[in-house]
């Protein structure tokens, strides 16, 4: 399996800069094998039947985005992926020939110096006090979508647990409406947490995907939410790629789902043999030669997925985060 084999060709035009409002109006993508139906996400309600169980990740996005300049008067962009101790922490830096030593100011009087090298990905800084995100952090929407977000716009409506720098986005479509009704058909919809960090978004490199290196999440999966997956009567219906890989990373070999806090860092691509394959998985149109893509290809078959992609482009859907959806049958 190559790189290139999930590479496809995208209009710029295409890329939703924001979300379509209400947020179940967007549309619906339906894949069954190589057969599409073109719908709006509100329809997903005519998919679900009593006892179905939804699992969905209820985790929170933090607004780690800091921007401002580097002490040459450069700007400067940091997203805080983690807190290692006092006032030192984990970022991703975006400006000039950042080097261990350099010094950048932000709003509040607040000051940082990176104190160690970088990884290739991230940077080990020091700030001057923690960073009072809550009032002058912006949320950390992946660098093609070039219009700042609202704080409620780049978050699911049901998000809790805090900790993600990237959204959970298939949860995107959801209204509170919508999930009212859901509860209403008998559907039984279960929470639980990954908190989403950029590794999920490397691109990568290798042409032997199976050389690419997953970076470590943290997810948090309780005793009731693996008990409902477990006694399911139905058929399981996993809501993005986050909660997936989650929910594959504690299902042991008899296909049991196990309560579990940890981080994983498992990667799925064709060929991976699953311990608990959903029925169905509701998704995003992800980026080209991305993990996620990867992950969908192993889900319903890479032909599927690239003739359902060829297809979207066609109908012009809207792509990414903000973008349209997808329910697959698995």
Not at 33 to 44: A, L, P, V
Not at 205 to 215: G, L, P, Q, S
Request: with cysteine; hydrophobic share 40%; aromatic share 10%.
């Amino acid at each position: 399996m190559k790189l290139s084999d999930f590479d496809y060709d995208l209009p710029k035009e295409l890329i939703a800069q924001e979300p379509v409002e209400p947020r179940d109006s967007s549309r619906l993508m339906v894949v069954k094998g190589s057969s599409i139906e073109h719908r709006k996400f509100r329809d997903i309600l005519g998919y679900l039947e009593k006892d179905d169980v939804l699992v969905l990740n209820d985790t929170r996005v933090e607004p780690v985005k800091l921007v401002g300049r580097k002490s040459t008067g450069a700007a400067a962009e940091f997203i805080i992926s983690k807190r290692l101790g006092g006032s030192r922490y984990m970022c991703q830096i975006t400006s000039n020939k950042v080097r261990k030593g350099n010094s950048f100011e932000f709003a509040k009087g607040l000051t940082a110096t990176v104190i160690g090298d970088s990884d290739g990905f991230e940077f080990e800084v020091e700030f001057s006090k923690a960073p009072p995100i809550e009032d002058i952090g912006e949320m950390p929407t992946p660098p093609y979508i070039k219009k700042k977000a609202k704080r409620d716009q780049y978050q699911t409506v049901y998000a809790k647990m805090s900790g993600s720098i990237a959204a959970p986005t298939a949860g995107f479509h959801f209204t509170p409406e919508l999930l009212r009704e859901i509860g209403k058909k008998g559907v039984k919809v279960v929470y639980i947490t990954l908190h989403v960090s950029y590794g999920t978004f490397l691109p990568v490199k290798e042409e032997d995907i199976t050389k690419h290196a997953m970076h470590e999440e943290w997810f948090s999966i309780s005793d009731e939410a693996a008990e409902v997956i477990n006694r399911r009567q139905k058929r399981l219906i996993v809501v993005g790629t986050t909660a997936l890989r989650a929910l594959e990373s504690v299902t042991d070999e008899m296909g049991i789902t196990h309560a579990k806090e940890g981080t994983t860092d498992i990667f799925i691509y064709p060929g991976y043999e699953w311990k608990l394959k959903p029925d169905m998985m509701i998704t995003n149109f992800h980026l080209p030669k991305s993990t996620l893509i990867m992950l969908v290809a192993a889900l319903v078959g890479l032909d599927n997925v690239m003739h359902a992609y060829r297809e979207a482009v066609k109908e012009k859907y809207r792509f990414y985060s903000f973008g349209d959806a997808m329910l697959l049958f698995a």
